[in-house]
């Protein structure tokens, strides 16, 4: 994390290397800009801000420093411009507490779309970029990682709801943990599984390719029927504002929505396991799903709230992999949360939230397990099969 004490540059500083934008450039939606009464709330919520301290790292900072883009008064090759679009996490945490309802999340993504255009975008965003655009390269990952495939489905899902259901494998998901859609599968077998599926569109709209991830989402939309059901809180919030809220659901949601009861519970050592959660941003902050999974987890197992659950743990994406420095920051308090709490496992409801604490919790040697919702569930559900007499 570089020295931001050089960089809280002033809005008219104009320095860098591109040329100044002319007035009103188009880049962003003014109506979006113009909602930002410069209120300050938001400050408090934002995981950078609190890191640094620096107002430059705030929401309200950064769209000062849009404001100065848009107006030409800060020059595309501004390099505080080009940190601060790098250096903010998306968690949209932001959101929740705007009293003038600043859409945050879409002008970081307009924002990204001009700052990171070509070249300038980071190389491993659009290495990972390319992999993903190409349903075949996704394909290939079933040749060494057993993930769920092939089921045709059926035309009803339990709760007397007469429409199609798919399950949609997510492109990180799918390499490192196959084990997950298989989970899906053996709680909720009527869900239908079509082979070839793509992105979801989620990777480019958070790395300056809005446009291609808005048509990756129309495509995958018309590639699965009916409810889209995800186990990925980013890639539902992305469809669900491509494709409309009534489309798409993640899994705590759907198992709700078709009275999915969870059978048995979760041991450790003679007693009832102690789990916490790790909200998905997104999830949380742009689709408001929080009730689901802890009503879920807590028939199961004793639910254990951590104080900052709703915090981002760094995740982000990519961010994890631009900038593995930060990330781990921010994701220090959650570790220490999660050893206060002295938990057997931490849910997480996204890959990307699986892979960081995974990592996380094996570095700090914890004895905290992190595992998807569905696994949890299933973890219960074979014991109460176990226990049943027959």
């Known amino acids: 994390m570089i020295d931001r004490s050089a960089s809280d540059a002033r809005p008219d500083a104009a320095s860098g290397t591109g040329r100044p934008a002319p007035a009103s450039a188009g880049i962003f939606d003014p109506g979006l800009l113009d909602r930002c009464i410069s209120c300050g709330f938001c400050l408090p919520v934002c995981p950078t801000y609190r890191l640094t301290g620096q107002e430059t790292s705030s929401p309200r900072g950064r769209i000062t420093l849009m404001r100065a883009l848009e107006s030409g008064r800060l020059a595309d090759g501004d390099p505080t411009l080009a ?19 600043v859409r945050y999340g879409e002008l970081l993504e307009q924002w990204r779309d001009h700052q990171w255009r070509g ?6 965003a659009r290495l990972l970029m390319a992999v993903v655009s190409r349903p075949a390269l996704l394909g290939l990952q079933r040749l060494v990682r057993r993930y769920a495939t092939g089921k045709a489905g059926r035309r009803a899902v339990p709760g007397g709801a007469d429409r199609p259901a ?27 599984v079509p082979g070839g599926q793509g992105c979801c569109g989620a990777l480019h709209a958070h790395n300056g390719d809005s446009a291609a991830g808005r048509e990756l989402a129309r495509k995958l939309g018309e590639r699965l029927d009916g409810t889209i059901v995800t186990t990925a809180g980013g890639c539902a ?9 009534d489309r798409v659901a993640e899994l705590s949601e759907y198992l709700e929505r078709t009275g999915y ?8 050592n003679g007693r009832r396991a102690r789990v916490a959660l790790q909200d998905s941003c997104h999830l949380r902050n742009a689709l408001g799903v929080t009730r689901p999974p802890r009503e879920l987890i807590a028939a199961v197992a ?23 420095a930060d990330s ?3 994701l220090r308090p959650k570790l220490e949360a999660i050893e206060a709490a002295d938990v057997d496992y931490v849910v997480a409801l996204n ?16 004895r905290a397990k992190a595992i998807h919702l569905a696994e949890l569930l299933v973890m219960a559900a074979r014991a109460a099969n176990r226990s049943t007499p027959r």
């Open 83 to 101: 940190e601060e679009a790098s250096f903010c996490l998306g968690c949209r945490a932001c959101e929740t507490v705007c009293p003038a309802g």
């Open 119 to 124: 070249r300038r975008r980071p190389l491993l």
């Open 166 to 192: 798919s399950l949609m494998l997510g492109c990180v998901e799918r390499g490192l943990y196959p084990e997950v859609s298989r989970a899906v599968l053996e709680l909720r077998p009527e869900l239908a």
């Open 237 to 245: 919030a992305h469809l669900a504002h491509h494709l409309g809220r």
């Open 261 to 268: 009861r969870p059978a048995g519970e979760v041991r450790v």
């Open 302 to 324: 004793d639910y254990v709230e951590l104080p900052n659950a709703g915090d981002c743990c760094g995740a982000a994406g990519t961010y994890s992999l631009l900038r593995p």
């Open 328 to 330: 781990r920051a921010v």
């Open 351 to 366: 890959p990307g939230c699986l892979r960081q604490l995974r990592q996380g919790l094996r570095r700090a040697r914890s």
